[in-house]
């Protein structure tokens, strides 16, 4: 296994204006509408990390032809709604929890069988939770006990469900709509809470009819996907390490530019403005249909808050950044309502409250969620856990910690944020290799 460790260590104020690399879940499914669409498209933006390289080249696998001439570009020709290919060996989905749920998806209605394998950490994490209402829709699979590898038999009628998903995920969601693009009469997927609509929003964007509206949508089989051109917005979550490092370092300005702003990723933006973060939107506007603005944050004093349970779903992803800021604020952060937090990349609850008290802060880990008590963050050696988000989210902990911080394990950075590193030192952060 590719082992990089990194040094990060304390440093002056943050300066600059800096662009992040393309949007995760957007790039995910831009390559797969794209590959099943009549058509050739061209996804602009498209995030060269190694999640999306492998949705990307899980595709390939399967007979679609992509063209990759600039970076962030991709020429895509389409092979229409059932014009993919099986393929003998396993289709390989790397770290990528959300190419592999919405893959089994996309696969469950297909003539052929497949098998979806993962890395260690992704065969790790519950695929029960698409297989089972996909199983409604008269998809078969076998998996290790709810595990990877996901092994699709193919051949299978499916037909069209009503689900109300046990807890909010776009993956369990977008899965279940791409088997609907299979499935006979219609399929409709209810959320207990809102999440982010990606899938729906490009759906109808290549042409397939769709009905939605937050917490519920619907199509049915039967249409065709029509090829179009997809512009990837900068991934909130990327900047989401800089909205952080930029509210805790004293002097610090930074501007990210051209963010994507769609309302089911913004959550960090309000949680961060609750402890008294100096965040301004500006040059608001639009680009290939998701809201799009400059993000301008200055160095503020943050206070620890309770963080409102119904703002988990739109941070799910920004948790450990959000961890980082609450061990510098002003008293205690109560976190409550995100057990989802157990079953991603690394249990991130643990992993966050284990690095920080391995660094002299306090936190009290809850089932659900957790305490952490703002002041100080020593400088120390934690364990990302092969988890990206963790190790970029000790590199913020490092610019303001009383020493060092040396973190463990941090190749899988490259999965969604590639150059991280360079971006990082070139506004003023202090990443060097620790080996
Ligand atoms: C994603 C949905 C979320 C998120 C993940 C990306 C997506 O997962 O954590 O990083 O692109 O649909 P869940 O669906 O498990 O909440």
Known sequence: MNVLNWKSSPNGPLRGTLRVPGDKSVSHRAMMLAGLADGSSRIEGFLEGEDTLSTAAVMQALGVRIEADQ????????????????????????????????LTGLLAGQAFDSTLVGDESLSRRPMGRVTEPLSAMGASFSTEDGRPPVRIHGGKALHGISYTLPVASAQVKSALLLAGLYAEGETEVIEPHPTRDYTERMLAAFGWPIRFEPGRARLSGGHRLQATDVVVPADFSSAAFFLVAASIVPGSELVLARVGLNPRRTGLLQALRLMGADIRVENEGVSGGEAIADLRVRHARLKGV???????????????????????????????GAAELRVKESDRLAAMARGLQGLGVVVEESPDGAVIHGGRIGGGQVESLGDHRIAMSF???????????RIGDCANVATSFPGFVELANDCGFSVADAD
Request: proline share 9%; hydrophobic share 45%; glycine share 16%.
């Open 306 to 336: 309770e963080l409102p349970p119904s703002l988990v779903p739109d941070m799910i992803d920004e948790f450990p950044a959000l961890f980082v800021a609450a061990a510098v604020a002003e008293g205690r952060t109560v976190v409550t």
């Open 71 to 102: 970076p962030g570009v991709r020429i895509v020709h389409g092979v229409g709604l059932h014009g993919l290919k099986g393929v003998g060996q396993p289709l390989d989905c790397g770290n990528a929890g959300t190419g592999m749920r919405l």
């Open 395 to 405: 590199a913020v902990a490092g610019l303001v910690a009383e020493g060092p911080i």
